[in-house]
């Protein structure tokens, strides 16, 4: 099968909501990654009313879902640099109201992706995992 419909499955892992409270943030769903070769998480963020407000994505892996720890860069595909939003002047599709992506290729089985702000913030974020590279495919559409 060479399209990606049947080669992906998909989840949300943190439902549309405020960022909420400086440095809390959202905490991502754990997502288990078996039978599938990598992960590439989708984060949206809305309309973004400070200018020195930070939006930083954190990924985190694991064995087993009790022990998630930071994820080596090697295992990331782009950065959490990148897929985060910097402070600045609020410019729609690059600063504010933008949909970034960060790709996670290690080798453990449990992976998550957070999301927190430097500001306590009503902006709107959402995550959404898509797993690819099945073992086997086509992969059921639910």
Known sequence: MH???????????VTPVAVGTTGT??????????????????????AITATDAVFTVVILDGDVTGTLASVADA?????E????????????GST????????YKGVKRFVQANISSTVTAGTPVS????????????VANP
Request: glycine letters at 14%; hydrophobic letters at 45%.
């Open 3 to 13: 399209d990606l419909h049947n080669n992906i499955d998909a989840t949300v892992v």
């Open 96 to 103: 504010e109201k933008v949909v970034k992506r960060i790709g």
């Open 25 to 46: 943030g959202q905490t991502g769903g754990i997502i288990d990654t078996q039978g599938y070769g990598a992960v590439e998480f989708i984060i949206g963020v809305g």
């Open 75 to 79: 295992d990331l595909l782009g950065t």
């Open 127 to 138: 995550i959404s995992a898509v797993l690819h590279s099945p073992n086997v495919a086509p």
């Open 81 to 92: 640099l990148l897929a985060g939003v910097v402070a600045a002047v609020r410019v729609d």
